[in-house]
Each structure stands twice: as structure tokens, then as C-alpha cells.
């Protein structure tokens, strides 16, 4: 499990391991301090020597010229080094500029041969034919080995789906398979153009000229056709404060760092709150608000259940960016939950979500009606257009294949900057029973906590202003149902 954190954006086109970026900073910081001693060397030596005492006691005998000399050739050394230093450190930050521009090169110039790829497919159904064929071949023949092993043991067959499982886990937990699936869904708004008979790029070339994310666009496609079908449905949502147990406070300390703010994620859970607000003051009394929104409970298809945190709502969060007015079951679960605690329009709020959670925190911070600030784990929200003005931290692990499922970024994330961290170095996942364990929350705690210890100054601008919180605040839990 790597320690190495990489960093994207918060104003900068560097792309670099905060380890990296820690170094240069250091070697820039030491050229700077060179310089400074070599000015004060400068001073002693032009300091008059003519009238400092001698005597037995002190210095017997005072050469100026000397030291004069020795100060100059300490400053010139110094200087040489500080120098040096520098040049370094710039240069480091250089690459990691140049290694920015590479791969946003690189990834266009997959955008464009994707999108062209994907145009054709839907455009004409026959050239993925052979795909299908080979998919349904190697299916077929994977359910006729099972036949054939489980028939001579039982106990083998048991081995056999095992290993297929084991095997898919490891597949699904690899950089390479969270990078197709990126690929594949920012795609997929050219495949429906060309499925629809429509020029290449014309929706595309529309969504970018509205802002709108083409993924954005597929998403709402698939969420109303999944409607339609009765395969995914919508309804209404009911949002209550959770009681609190007998002899639990509300009163709790101001979380002061990423870490902090992941383990205090609501789970969610059969019964369990999905949603945590605190209100917190600074020394001036002005009021502080953070509000978590947790990861999905029901995957399940169809959604038959009163879960709010389901695929119906996972569809919608992402498509809100293509259609106004649209909002997720679980957003508007957590706005309810905000007026329920007593957030007013315009106070400062801090959003904090995991997974799902991640998107409906993203989309309130973009909404405008809060001073929003933003932090996400895990969270696919690649499709929603910010203010530059928004200070916000998005945490990925390579290996999770969540955030990918928004697609590529749109460009810099501008007033953000996105931390992300391999997990497993190429190495097949800790055995377990988590199908995406790259997506685990507690994952992801170890990442926020190895982000504490940077000092990249990108990461302190979303969490500085909670250490200047004062005392202990208020918080309440929310739980949210749907309703017929």
C-alpha cells in the first residue's frame, strides 16, 4: 500500500506526488535562506574592524582584511549553493508542469479517438456484433466448464466459483479497469448520438457550448428510460432527526482535520442516519456548519425498497448537471435534513459526502445558496461545474472504480484540487468480502490522514478555518424514507 499522494489542480496546472512537490518547495525555500545568510555575511564584512578591542584576554591581534575576506567567500559559496538549490527546485516544479501537460495531451487525445470509436459503434449496431459474439462465447464456455467441474465434485464447483469470483475482484480492483470504465462512460453520450442517427459530436459540441457534461447528458437519458420501464422509480422522502440514545450528548468538538471529517461519515444502513449536521462558532461568534452525506445502501435493481440512497438517486445525482431542476431523492433528503437543523440560505457550510454522498455534497456546494466549501471521498462528481470561488478536496484511489463512473474531468479543477492515491501498487486486493475494496471508507481514512501530514498548502484551504473554530458545537443525525 503506497504512502505516495499525487495532486491535480487548487490553481495549478502541476500534476506530482505531494512528496515531490514537498521537495521542491524545500529546495526553493533553501535557496531562499542561502540568500538571506549571504546577505548577512555582506554586513559583517563591511562592519569596521579598526576599533574592535585587543587585549590578552580577547583577541591578541585582529586582521579585518581577513575576515573580510572569509566573510565574502562564505557569502559567494552560499550564494552558489542558494543557487543551485533553486534551479532545482524550479526545475522539479517544471516537470511536474510538463508531465500536467502531457497527460492532459494524452488524455484528448483518447477523448477524441473514444468518442469517435463509440460514435461508430452506436451508429452501426453490426460492427459490435463480434464483441457481443466473443462476450457470449466466453460466457458460454465459462458456465460449461462450471457444469463440467461441479459435476465431477461438488466441492470443486464451489472452488471453481470462488476463483471466478476471487478472479473478478482482482480485475475490478486494478487501475487499468477504473481507467476503462472512465473511458466507456465518457463515451457514452456519443454512442447514443450515434444510435440516434444524429452527425458526430453534435451533442457534444452542445453540451460543451451549454457547460454541460455529455455524461451528464447519457446519465439523464438512462435514468428516464430506466423510469420509463418501471425498472428504477422516484417518489417522495420523508426526513426525521434520529433520537439520541439515552445518556449521548450533542455536543461534540470541531473536527480539525480530513481525517476526522471521513470517520465522522454517517454509514447508513437499514434504519441508520444518512445524514450528520454540526453548528459550530469561531471566536467571533460567527457560525460554522458542516454537513455529511453519506456513501449508497441499495444497489439492488430494481429499487423496490424505501431507501432514498439507491440507484434511482445515483442516476439522477449525476444527470442534475443536464437538466435544472432535477435533484436526487438524496439530496433533497439532505436539504431537508439542513432546514430541519436550521441552516439558513447564505451561512458558511462545509459539505462532506462518500460515494454517493460525495455527489449530493457536490451539488449543493455548487448550488450557490450556502458559502460553500467541499470535501469528497470516493465520490463520482466529474460532471459538476463549480464557481472557482468554491475552496474543495476530492480524494480517489486509483483502484476505485466509483469516482470513475462520472467520466473524465472537464479540464483543471479550478479553486479545487483532487488527491489521489494507489492503494494496492499493482498488487491483487487484501483477501476479503468487499467487491470494491479500493472504495472502502476506511480506505480512504488512511488516505485523509496521510493528506493531514502534507504540507502542500493546497490541503490546508479547506480545513485552516475549522482550526479557528471555538469550543464544542451541536450535532444531530438524520434519517430519510421514501414515502408513496
Known amino acids: 500500500m503506497s504512502d505516495d499522494l499525487v495532486l491535480r489542480g487548487g490553481g495549478v496546472v502541476a500534476i506530482a506526488t505531494d512528496g515531490h512537490l514537498n521537495l521542491a518547495r524545500t529546495l526553493v525555500s533553501l535557496g531562499a535562506s542561502c540568500e538571506e545568510w549571504a546577505g548577512r555575511l555582506d554586513a559583517v564584512g563591511r562592519m569596521d574592524a579598526s576599533h574592535a578591542p585587543t587585549g590578552p584576554l580577547l583577541v591578541p591581534q585582529l586582521d579585518g582584511e581577513a575576515g573580510r575576506e572569509a566573510a565574502a ?207 459550530h462558532v469561531d471566536a467571533t461568534g460567527s457560525e460554522q456548519w458542516i454537513v455529511w452525506s453519506g456513501g449508497t445502501i441499495d444497489t439492488g435493481l430494481p429499487n423496490t425498497g424505501s431507501e432514498p440512497w439507491d440507484n434511482q438517486s445515483n442516476l439522477d445525482a449525476v444527470a442534475a448537471s443536464a437538466l435544472p431542476g432535477l435533484a436526487a431523492d438524496s439530496t433533497r433528503a439532505t436539504l431537508d435534513a439542513m432546514e430541519l437543523a436550521g441552516v439558513p440560505k447564505g451561512a458558511s457550510v462545509l459539505h462532506v459526502g462518500y460515494s454517493q454522498g460525495g455527489i449530493v455534497a457536490a451539488a449543493i456546494a455548487a448550488s450557490g445558496d450556502y458559502d460553500s466549501s467541499l470535501v469528497t471521498f470516493g465520490a463520482p462528481v466529474n460532471t459538476i461545474v463549480f464557481d472557482e470561488d468554491v475552496p474543495r478536496a476530492h480524494f480517489e484511489h486509483t483502484e476505485d472504480v466509483i469516482p470513475a463512473l462520472s467520466g473524465r474531468r472537464q479540464g483543471q479543477p479550478d479553486g479545487g484540487t483532487v488527491v489521489s492515491r494507489s492503494l494496492f501498487d499493482g498488487a491483487p486486493p487484501p483477501s476479503g468480502d468487499d467487491p470494491l475494496p479500493a472504495h472502502r471508507l476506511e480506505n480512504y481514512w488512511d488516505t485523509a490522514r496521510l493528506a493531514d501530514a502534507s504540507s502542500d498548502p493546497r490541503l490546508q484551504e479547506v480545513v485552516k478555518p475549522l482550526s479557528e473554530l471555538a469550543g464544542d458545537g451541536e450535532t444531530s443525525q438524520y434519517r430519510a424514507d421514501r414515502v408513496e
Not at 108 to 129: I, M, R
Not at 222 to 243: E, F, K
Open 73 to 279: 567567500r562564505a557569502a559567494a559559496l552560499l550564494r552558489q549553493a542558494g543557487g543551485e538549490a533553486t534551479h532545482l527546485g524550479e526545475r522539479l516544479l517544471l516537470s511536474a508542469e510538463a508531465y500536467g501537460d502531457i497527460e492532459r495531451t494524452v488524455a484528448s487525445l483518447f477523448e477524441l479517438t473514444d468518442g469517435a470509436n463509440a460514435w461508430a459503434l452506436g451508429a452501426s449496431p453490426v460492427s459490435w456484433a463480434p464483441g457481443a459474439v466473443g462476450i457470449g462465447a466466453v460466457l458460454l464456455l465459462g458456465s460449461v466448464v462450471r457444469a463440467v467441474v461441479g459435476a465431477v465434485s461438488e466441492g470443486a464447483g464451489e472452488q471453481f466459483d470462488a476463483a471466478a469470483e476471487r478472479g473478478l475482484r482482482d480485475l475490478m480492483a486494478t487501475p487499468l479497469f477504473a481507467d476503462a470504465v472512465r473511458r466507456i462512460v465518457s463515451s457514452a453520450d456519443e454512442w447514443l448520438v450515434g444510435a440516434g442517427g444524429l452527425p458526430a459530436g453534435i451533442l457534444s459540441m452542445m453540451a460543451t457550448a451549454d457547460g454541460v457534461p455529455g455524461v451528464a447528458l447519457a446519465a439523464l437519458v438512462v435514468a428516464r428510460t430506466a423510469d420509463a420501464t418501471g425498472v428504477l422509480t422516484t417518489s417522495g422522502v420523508r426526513t426525521s432527526p434520529v433520537p439520541r440514545a439515552d445518556g449521548e450528548d450533542d455536543r461534540v468538538s470541531p473536527p480539525t482535520t480530513y481525517e476526522e471529517l471521513a470517520r465522522r461519515m454517517p454509514h447508513g444502513g437499514e434504519g441508520s442516519p444518512q445524514i450528520r449536521v454540526e453548528r
